[in-house]
C-alpha cells in the first residue's frame, strides 16, 4: 500500500512505501523552515521505523540551523510538556499512535506545545509544497542537544498538581496497565511510585512490535480483562503506542467502550469545578458525555473531529477539559494536548474520593449502544461520495454539515466523515437500543458501499 496524508495531524501513511525518509527530511526541513531554525525537540514511539524516521526528521531540522532537543523514546504528553518547560519553539513527534503495524506519523507542534492550527498547518504545507527551505552555511549547522534531565520528574510534578497524589496513593490501588509495548512503558514504573499505587503492566517491552491492534477498545482489551479478576485488580486501562488514548477495564470484567473514558473523567471533574465550566468535544462522541455535563451544570461546546481542533477550542472558549470518543482527554491546567497519563491519574481520584469501584462508577454512566465502522474509500472520492448522500438519508432527521454529515434524532444520531488519516469514510450509529442502531448502520453501510462500487 502507497498511502500518505498531509494534514492537522502531520504527515502519516505506510511506512517505506506511502512514508519515506525522504519525504520525512523535506517535511523536517519545512518545519524547520517554519520555524525559522530555533530550538526544536524530537520525540519517538517505539515502532521499527520510527528510529529511521527520527534520524531523517534530525537530518532536515539539522541542514536547517535547527538546535534539536533529542527526546528519544517519549510519550506525547511528555512532549506536549517539554516544549512549554524547555520553552522551545516547536517539536516533531514520530509515532502513529492509534494506526496498525506498519503505519507511522511525523506530527509537527508548535511553540505552546500544542498541534498546529489550521492557520499554521497551511503555512507549513505551503513551505512543504514549494520545496524551498532554509538554508545555513557549513559553519552553522544545527547541533544535536540531550533531552533536559528532570523531565519525566517535572512530568509527574505536573500530574500531581492536577490531582490529589496522596489521596489516590492512601487506597494502594492495584492497576493493569496494557501499554500496547509502546512509549508509555518508559515512565510506567515512575508513575505508579509517585501515585503509590501497584502497577501490572502488560505488553511493556519496546521491541517496536505492536502486540495488538493499537486502538484501545473493547475488542483490544482481552489480556486486560483476562487478568483482572485472577489478579484482584481494582481496574485496568488500555493504551495506544503514544499515551494519547485509552479505554477501561472495570474490576469486574467489564471491558468498556473507548467512548466512555471521557465521560467518567467529566463526570469528576465537573463535579469539582462546578456549574457553568465549560467542557469541549467534537461532533461524534457519545451522548453519555452530553447527559453528564448536563448533569453536572456544564456547558458542552462541540467543534470539529481532530485533536487540534478540539484543544483550539478549549482555550478560545475557556473551558476546564477537552477530549473525545476516542478515549482521549485533556485539562486546560495540563499539558496541551491528549494526555493519558493524567485520564489514569483522574479515574483513580475519582475512585479515592468517591469511595466507589471502578464497575460502580461505570454502572452510573447513561448507556447507549454505539456502532463504529469503516468503508474503504479513496481519499480523492470521499468527500463526492459525501456530498451525494447529503438528500438521500433520513430527510426527517435534524441536520449538520459543520464536520462530515450528522443526522440527530431524538433517540439516537448518523455520523458520516472522510477520516483525516486514512482511505476510508468512517461512520458512527448511537442510539438507546441496540435494534435501531443496527438497523442505521445497516442502512447506511449498504449504500455507501453501493455508491463506492460505482
Known amino acids: ?40 525537540a524530537v520525540g519517538m514511539d517505539t515502532r521499527i521505523s520510527s528510529k529511521m524516521f527520527r534520524n531523517a526528521a534530525v537530518s532536515g531540522l539539522l541542514g536547517c540551523g535547527a538546535e534539536v532537543i533529542d527526546a528519544g523514546i517519549c510519550p506525547a504528553p511528555m512532549l506536549h510538556h517539554l516544549v512549554r518547560r524547555g520553552e522551545l519553539d516547536g517539536a516533531i513527534l514520530i509515532g502513529a499512535g492509534h494506526h496498525q503495524a506498519g503505519w507511522n506519523a511525523v506530527a509537527p507542534l508548535s511553540s505552546r506545545g500544542s498541534y498546529f492550527s489550521n492557520l499554521q498547518t497551511q503555512e507549513l504545507l505551503g513551505i512543504y509544497h514549494s520545496g524551498i527551505y532554509r538554508t545555513v552555511p557549513w559553519n552553522a549547522v544545527g547541533k544535536i542537544k540531550p533531552c533536559p534531565q528532570g523531565l519525566v520528574g517535572s512530568y509527574l510534578d505536573l500530574l500531581c498538581s492536577l490531582v490529589d497524589a496522596e489521596k489516590i496513593a492512601s487506597r494502594r490501588f492495584k492497576v493493569i496497565a496494557d501499554f500496547c509495548n509502546g512509549s508509555g512503558s518508559t515512565i510506567a514504573e515512575a508513575f505508579a511510585k509517585r501515585f503509590g499505587v501497584e502497577m501490572v503492566p502488560i505488553n511493556n517491552i519496546l521491541s517496536g512490535v505492536l502486540p495488538h491492534d493499537p486502538e484501545p477498545r473493547p475488542r483490544t482489551a482481552m489480556q486486560v480483562q483476562s487478568l483482572i479478576k485472577v489478579l484482584n485488580a481494582d481496574i485496568g486501562f488500555v493504551f495506544n503506542s503514544d499515551m494519547s488514548r485509552a479505554s477501561v477495564v472495570t474490576d469486574s470484567g467489564e471491558t468498556l467502550s473507548e467512548e466512555y473514558s471521557f465521560p467518567i473523567v467529566a463526570d469528576h471533574v465537573l463535579q469539582r469545578a462546578g456549574k457553568g465550566a465549560g467542557v469541549v468535544s467534537n461532533c461524534c462522541t457519545t451522548r453519555t458525555l452530553d447527559d453528564i455535563v448536563r448533569m453536572r451544570g456544564g456547558v458542552l461546546y462541540k467543534g470539529k473531529v481532530g485533536q487540534a481542533h478540539t484543544i483550539d477550542k478549549m482555550f478560545e472558549t475557556g473551558s476546564v477539559l477537552a477530549g473525545d470518543g476516542s478515549g482521549s482527554i485533556a485539562l486546560a491546567r495540563g499539558v496541551p494536548g491528549f494526555d493519558s497519563f493524567l485520564l489514569m491519574a483522574l479515574v483513580l481520584e475519582s475512585m479515592a474520593f468517591s469511595g466507589e469501584s471502578s464497575s460502580q462508577i461505570a454502572a452510573r454512566l447513561p448507556r447507549y449502544y454505539i456502532i463504529k465502522r469503516a468503508v474503504p474509500c479513496s481519499s480523492s472520492h470521499a468527500y463526492s461520495i459525501l456530498r451525494s448522500l447529503r438528500g438521500r438519508l433520513f430527510p426527517d432527521a435534524e441536520f449538520s454539515e459543520e464536520d462530515g454529515l450528522r443526522f440527530d434524532w431524538e433517540d439516537g444520531w448518523v455520523h458520516l466523515r472522510a477520516s483525516m488519516t486514512e482511505p476510508i469514510v468512517r461512520m458512527i450509529v448511537e442510539w438507546k437500543g441496540r435494534e435501531k442502531a443496527e438497523e442505521h448502520a445497516a442502512k447506511v453501510y449498504s449504500i455507501i458501499e453501493r455508491v463506492v462500487a460505482s
Open 1 to 40: 500500500m502507497r498511502f500518505l496524508r498531509l494534514g492537522n495531524l502531520g504527515m502519516r501513511g505506510v511506512a517505506g512505501t506511502g512514508l519515506t525518509p525522504h519525504n520525512v527530511i523535506a517535511y523536517a526541513s519545512a518545519v524547520g523552515t517554519y520555524l525559522n531554525g530555533g530550538r526544536i
